[in-house]
């Protein structure tokens, strides 16, 4: 039996409209503890983005530690987070612009040391610390190939925005009444672009309308309908 929502993303020819329909109605209800929601996200999306700040009280490493089910020491707070008796985690991994394919970014493939740094870059009170990229993943796809379609979309949004992606891919939870084909990754990116030696300046996407403008930019909500429709294609060629 096929998942209703891959039903619908079996699309050949999407568009704009009708991808923005599509997605509007897959994936499963997710709740994210900490964070902001973009105003398109809803709990019924097959991609829903989400932002961690220090107004809300969103830690980078709690939520590094969370997805990928491990124990992170917050060096700003003090505080450690100790998930790592989570049994739903069936991958993790750190993916970097491609651009530094041959160069030594082992300070940013450390998860605690990557999102202290994360932290540690913002000096102000209601700074923004990470973004997320939740998105639902085909029950009909084998877990090879989820986390082959996880990976090329990681890889393009990192190329893209120049930041570090943390993504780690959940299984279905093991207790009553959970759905057994809510497979989904979170995808956890900085908010500042990769360098060989630390976090530099913030991604273009953390930039207001009007600094974008300035430097020929589109409004940021294209980026988020740009990014939607790119799952949406990668998915439906992952399931031809």
Not at 205 to 227: A, Q, T
Request: net charge positive; proline share 5%.
């Amino acid at each position: 039996m096929h998942h209703p929502c891959t039903q619908r993303l079996r699309l050949k020819h999407l568009a704009l409209p009708s991808i923005l329909f599509a997605v509007a109605l897959c994936a499963p209800d997710q709740t994210m503890a900490q964070g902001q929601a973009s105003p398109f996200m809803t709990g019924a999306t097959s991609l829903q983005t989400k932002t961690f700040g220090r107004s809300g009280g969103s830690s980078a490493p709690s939520a590094a530690a969370y997805r990928a089910g491990e124990r992170i020491r917050d060096e700003r707070t003090g505080r450690t987070y100790d998930h790592s008796n989570r049994q739903d985690v069936m991958h993790k991994e750190i993916v970097l612009p491609s651009r530094y394919e041959d160069s030594d970014m082992g300070w940013a493939r450390y998860r605690a040391n990557l999102w202290n740094a994360a932290e540690n870059a913002e000096l102000r009170r209601n700074a923004r610390v990470a973004r997320e990229y939740l998105v639902a993943l085909p029950v009909e796809l084998s877990p090879e190939q989820r986390l082959g379609l996880v990976r090329e979309f990681s890889r393009e949004l990192s190329d893209r925005y120049r930041f570090a992606v943390d993504l780690s891919i959940h299984g279905p939870r093991d207790f009553p009444g959970s759905d057994p084909r809510n497979y989904h990754a979170h995808l956890l990116a900085t908010t500042r672009e990769v360098s060989t030696t630390g976090l530099a300046s913030k991604t273009t996407l953390e930039l207001s309308d009007s600094h974008r403008r300035k430097l020929g930019l589109e409004p940021v909500i294209n980026e988020l309908l740009y990014v939607r429709e790119r799952w949406a294609t990668l998915t439906n060629e992952a399931l031809r």
